[in-house]
């Protein structure tokens, strides 16, 4: 498969995307090999280009680059971060909870809350406690 010839823009910045999809976000680029380019044997993806029309991925064991395409038209390179982050969420919610736990989903979605997870947790806690110990009362004096 050979991807169109990028504009200006995306030749400006397709190798910036690309070192960052592949050093910050390859959870996510994986995703994108299994929903968007329907491999579902992937273990391993590239992003090595970014068009007007999605990601190029090199997969490993696949020969051909593939196209994972943005699910919606682009104007120019100012609307691939927006792309990028609604490609993550459909393919990790495509892909279902076993795929989300495995691939550090949550935990890197949630990491910088982590300080107040543990105060939230512990409030939650707290309050099925105080909700079962009133249930349990008003059973008893009925």
Request: with cysteine.
């Amino acid at each position: 498969m050979s991807s169109p010839p990028p504009s200006s823009s995306f030749s400006s910045s397709s190798a910036r995307i690309c070192k960052h999809m592949n050093e910050d976000h390859p959870s996510s680029v994986l995703s994108f090999a299994l929903h968007y380019c329907k491999i579902p044997t992937a273990t391993h993806a590239t992003v090595i280009d970014v068009t007007e029309e999605g990601f190029v991925l090199s997969i490993e064991g696949i020969e051909e680059p593939k196209l994972a395409k943005f699910p919606e038209n682009i104007e120019g390179v100012k609307d691939v971060r927006r792309m990028a982050v609604m490609m993550h969420e459909e393919s990790f919610f495509s892909l279902g909870l076993m795929h989300r736990l495995r691939h550090g989903y949550y935990s890197s979605k949630y990491l910088k809350y982590k300080k107040y997870a543990i105060h939230v947790a512990a409030v939650t806690v707290g309050l099925g406690g105080i909700t079962a110990v009133a249930l349990f009362r008003r059973k008893r004096i009925k």
